[in-house]
Each structure stands twice: as C-alpha cells, then as structure tokens.
C-alpha cells in the first residue's frame, strides 16, 4: 500500500517504513539503544532525501527515550541535575548544528557531510565494541575472571575547576566536561537526526564515571530534550521534519522494542554487544561504499534557496 | 489513483461552423486556437503521473492542404520558470563529492511536448530556435556570465538531460492527433513531480514547415487533499507544526509503554 509522503514528497510503501520501524524498535529494546543511527542510514538507503531523514529521524527518536526515560522515573534512576546540565550543553550544541546543516545545505555538500559523519562515527564505535566485547568472550572462554575498571579513579577530567556536585550519580565534577559532551552530542543530533546515546552511554561510564544504573535514564532524559529541540529548530528553519513518515517509524518502532527487549533477556551481555558491533560496522560499511562507488548520475538538481 | 484524467474542452467550438473550409473563397490565413475547460487542475498526494488531454481547433484549414497531411501541430505545457542549480560530483581522494555547480535563472520546471510528427520532420532546427521551441530550444540564462561557455553548454546538457530522466521534460510524438479537418487532441504527459503553479499551453501550427500561427492558454495546477493540507501547515505555521511533531512522538512513546508495560 503506497502512502504519500508530503515533507518528502514521495510515495512509499506504508509496510515497508512500519516494517523498518518495527526492526529498528526491535533491535534498539535488544540493546537498549534509541536507534536513531540505524533509522536515518535506512531512510537515506529507502531514498528519502538525507536533509529529510535526518529531522525525521531526530523526531522519531523521541518517541522511543521518552517511553524509555518514563520507566526509569518511576524506577528513580535518573539524574535530573546530570540531565539538565547535559541537556544546556546540548541546546547550544544542536543550535550550531542546525547552523552548519543550512550552510552545509546552500552549499550542496550536506549529504556528502552526513554520510562521512555516519562513517567515521559508527566505524569508530563499531569497532572499538566489537574489540572491546569480542576480547571480554575470550576471557570467559578461558575462564579468567573479567576485569573490571575500577570505578573512583581519576582522570584528568576531574581536575578541572568549576565542580559541581551530583547527589543522584554520587559524582563530584566539573561542569565543563558535562557541557561539552551535552554540546557534542546536540551537535550530533541536529546533523546526523541520532539521539547520541551510543556515544553519551559510554561518555558518561568511562570519562565522567556516572554509575551505571543512573546512566540510560539520564541519558535517555537528555536525549528526549535535545531530540526535541533539534526537531523544533528543524522544523521552523529547514521544513525538513515529515511527521507522516516518524509516525510510521515511531509505530513500527514502539511495538518493535518490546519484543526485542524480550529477545535482548535471552542472550549474554558480550554476546549483545558483539552483535550490536557487527551491526553498527555493516552500516558503516554500506554507506562508506556508497562515497566509493561511481554514482549512476555525475550531474544533480537542486532548487535555489531563498535564502 | 493515476487516472487524473482532466479535459480541457474546446472553448471556440462555435468557430467552426463560421470557419467552414467550403467557403473559403479568398486565401484566408489558417488559425489556430486552443481552449481549456477549467483554468486550474487539482492533483491528489498520490498522483503518480497522467496524461493531459487538450482539444483544439485550427480553423480556415485548406483541404487539400489538411488530406496531404502537410499541416503539424506542436502543443507544449510548460511549467513555472524557477531558478536551478546543477551540481557536477568529481572524485577526491576516490570520494565523490560534488565540486563544480551552475546556476540558471529562469528554468521551467516542466516542459511537456506532443507533435504530430517527429520534431525533426515539422520543420527545420532554425525555426526552433527562433521559436525556442523545444526542450532543446529553451534559452537557460546562466547566473553567472563569467564561466566559460564550455561550462555553461557543458551544465545546460545535463540539465535537461536530469529534466528529461525525470519525467519533467518530455516528448509525445504522435500525441497531437486530428480528429477530423478542423479539430485536434493533444495529449501531453504529466509527471508525478508536475510542478504546482502557473502552467501555459501552447499550441503551434505548421504548414509544410512553415510557422503559423500561435495560440495559448494558462493553467493552474493545484494539489489538494489531506497531505497538501500538512504540507501547507509546515510552510506557514513551521513552529507550531514542530511543536506538533514533538507531542505526537512524546504522546507515542507514552501510549507505547500503556499498551505494551513492562515493569
């Protein structure tokens, strides 16, 4: 059944995006990730225009954090102040990123930018997860025992001035790491339409030693805010937001998650990540040969902005 | 859900019976006149693409002339003039990335042709030129002098050569058809892009070779329905709409953990 879409302007199939929708939901309840990465490539492989599938994407993820971010209020893991420092850091952060997406645009080079960014970004957390969780199934073969890192070590991050204290993540820092990442990460999600809690969920364990229980709800927390931001800029700058095609992926997506968070239960924690690995690097992959290869047509149109 | 099929009539049907051939006594020149029964044509979100059929008249038509077959007829609905700019992709370092880029001026979106005939048996290429008829034909100003007119042609080319694989430019030979002596139907392809806005038809009438006469009328075409409605919403209220598209996901997201509770 073909569905128009009207930000896009284009007919799609409605089974296929509900479809595309459910596997991203099922693989992001898996493994617990929002899917934003995984839903813009797609869209851009299903031809939607990239400028379109990234403000579609950043609307669809939060759908999925909110849902995700409810179930730890109620669970009461979640840093509301780390979130809300994360989440300043993350306004400014979408806003030069909005910024540099319409520029980027006028020039004719956004979605050359959008692909290397998507490549070089899930290469590098592809393959450092897929060493990191194939190394930790070695170790459990052989039997040794894994090595933990030991929490409550310091690094140079916690010597810098300006701390503040953190009641809920038991944390002690400066404020300025915690900007900068929100800021990176809001950078992220107005270019590339991701949450960032691929990269936030790590940040927050390795460099700012958030404990674990807090760090997917205060990530999800900040991911939902800067989500929104970034479609609300999105939508007033760039019209580039179709709520028709988020909520087809939102749909899919929401139903999707819950059967993937039962499969999720059913596999071990290095085996999850080696596969979410493997999956990460495949759409890096993907993407990266479509920079190689010869495009079927050199020459392209565009319409001039008014701007 | 393809079948628009709009007919625009004839409007100068009553000239007929005046411009009867028998009574031709003096050489009177040929005259050619199309009308469109409607001056705007809706499409819906899920147009994916129709034919245009246009009535006409030619009137004074000689018969002899008109059995020989040596009258041709070239309609064109041309679409909105927009400015362009078309982007060449080269390889750096293996990547390939767009680097050169023209801009023109004026391009029509759309350039649909029907003729009796293969174009290049109507009449010769300079008659086009001076007509600027034709996909061919159609004067591209370039933004920018400067460049080299090897660029400039080089950019104009593939133009329309996008223009054409897109389904915007197109061709119907055979698409104008004589129904008897005096009334004509052309048939001019839509693409399921068509451009919305002013459209002009415009008919022209050969006699062996020779131009004519020109005849037009102009066009609007509309989108209409539920997804014109959401497209028009996110132009004029883009901040509202935005606001819109947040709750509709958070509304989502909530509704998702209703149904489907985990803890």
Same mark, same amino acid.
């Given at each position: ?78 840093? /509301? ?13 979408? =806003?030069?990123?909005? /910024? ?8 004719? #080079?956004?979605?050359?930018?959008? +692909? ?49 204290? /953190? ?68 939508? =007033?700058?760039?019209? =580039? ?16 998650? #819950? ?11 290095? #085996? ?27 020459? +392209? ?7 | ?263």
């Amino acid at each position: 059944m073909g569905i128009y879409l009207p930000i896009a302007e284009l007919s799609v199939n409605i089974f296929v995006l509900l479809a595309m929708g459910a596997a991203v939901g099922f693989l992001s309840g898996m493994f617990g990730v929002g899917g934003g990465f995984l839903i813009t490539p797609l869209l851009i492989f299903y031809n939607i225009p990239p400028a379109i599938a990234v403000a579609t994407g950043a609307n669809q993820v939060i759908a999925s954090s909110f849902s995700g971010a409810l179930s730890h209020v109620k669970r009461g893991t979640l840093d /509301f102040k780390l979130g809300g420092v994360l989440l300043a850091g993350g306004i400014v952060g979408s =806003t030069g990123g909005i /910024f540099v997406f319409g520029f980027l645009r006028r020039l004719g #080079q956004l979605d050359l930018f959008i +692909s290397l960014l998507y490549v070089v970004l899930l290469g590098t957390v592809g393959g450092l997860m897929l060493v990191e969780s194939v190394n930790a199934l070695r170790a459990t073969r052989s039997g040794a025992a894994p090595v933990l890192k030991k929490s409550g070590q310091h690094n140079w991050i916690h010597r810098l001035p300006l701390k503040m204290r /953190f009641r809920a993540s038991k944390l002690f820092v400066s404020v300025i790491p915690v900007l900068g990442l929100g800021a990176g990460i809001g950078f992220l999600s107005s270019i590339m339409g991701v949450g960032g809690g691929f990269i936030m969920v790590p940040a927050l364990i390795y460099l700012l030693k958030v404990p674990t229980n807090v760090v997917i709800g205060t990530s999800l927390f900040q991911i939902i805010f800067t989500s929104a931001y970034t479609t609300l800029v999105h939508a =007033t700058t760039n019209q =580039t937001v179709d709520v028709m095609l988020a909520f087809l992926l939102m749909a899919g997506g929401v139903a999707g998650a #819950q059967y993937g968070a039962k499969a999720g239960q059913r596999l071990r924690g290095e #085996q999850l990540r080696a596969l979410l690995a493997l999956l990460v690097l495949a759409v890096a992959i993907r993407l990266a040969i479509d920079l190689f290869v010869t495009p079927p047509n050199l020459y +392209s149109l565009s319409g001039v902005d008014p701007t | 859900m393809a079948g628009l099929r709009a007919f625009l009539v004839v409007a100068s049907l009553s000239l007929l019976a005046v411009a009867s051939p028998g009574k031709a006594q003096t050489p009177v020149t040929e005259n050619i006149q199309i009308g469109l029964s409607t001056d705007h044509v809706s499409i819906t979100a899920g147009f994916s693409g129709a034919d245009l059929t246009i009535f006409g008249s030619l009137e004074n038509a000689d018969p002899l002339v008109a059995r020989q077959g040596r009258y041709d007829i070239i309609v064109v609905l041309e679409g909105p003039a927009r400015p362009v700019v078309v982007r060449r992709k080269d390889r750096v370092l293996g990547i390939w990335i767009n680097l050169e880029s023209e801009t023109f001026e004026n391009v029509p979106v759309s350039y649909s042709v029907a003729t009796t005939r293969p174009l290049q048996d109507v009449t010769d290429p300079n008659s086009y030129k001076q007509l600027s008829l034709g996909a061919a034909n159609i004067y591209m100003q370039p933004a920018d002098d400067g460049d080299s007119p090897a660029t400039i042609q080089e950019f104009t080319a593939a133009l329309r050569e996008r223009k054409t694989a897109t389904g915007l430019y197109s061709e119907n030979v055979g698409g104008v058809q004589f129904l008897s002596q005096n009334l004509f139907r052309a048939t001019v392809r839509l693409a399921p892009n068509v451009p919305v806005g002013t459209h002009k038809a415009r008919a022209f009438l050969f006699k062996s070779g020779l131009f004519i006469k020109e005849s037009s009328a102009q066009l609007e075409i509309r989108k209409s329905g539920f997804e014109q409605s959401i497209f028009r919403v996110a132009h004029d209220y883009s901040f509202l709409y935005g606001v819109f598209a947040v709750s509709l996901a958070m509304l989502t997201g909530w509704l998702g953990r209703l149904v489907f509770r985990k803890d």
